[in-house]
């Protein structure tokens, strides 16, 4: 594992935890660090750091993030994700949106207002060292990245995603689902 980038990468993560706090914005980890996260431990090398946002905080977010080093990194379409590199380093932030009902959706791109799990935000913090953000709920990352595939099925499955998907549900099974 390089930890030297893992030492980074956690940096990057309390660093964008207190701008946003500052400035009064919700971000939830997710993915690789969100399972990280609420297992307590540093279980692999990451390729980069994704969050959740929501699509109005958008732009008080990057407002920020700029003066800190971050730069925009153009992908996908701006109301979907925003990418920023810093130290060499990706954080990708996918935006999100409420429906008419109060479901939490996809808020632009090509899915924009088809839903994201149930209770995907409901999990509370995780902690991994000295360092507390929200996560994505584990029972969410798991339908995640099982559905990713299905849902895009440009998105191939990967080992890894197979590999956390086991981790996170060990880790429920022997918590007996109260850490959720």
Known sequence: MDT???DRQLRLIAETVQVAGAHQIEVWLRGGWAMDFFLGEITRDHEDIDWFAWTDDAGALAEGLLPRGYQPVPGPPPDLQLDFAKDGLDSSFTLLDRDTGGRVVVAGGPWAGAPWPEGMLDAGPGRLGGVRCA???PR???EIKRMMPIWDPSRRRRTKDAEDIARLEAALQTRGNRSE
């Open 4 to 6: 030297e980038r893992a």
């Open 135 to 137: 996560i994505v709920s």
């Open 140 to 142: 969410a990352q798991i």
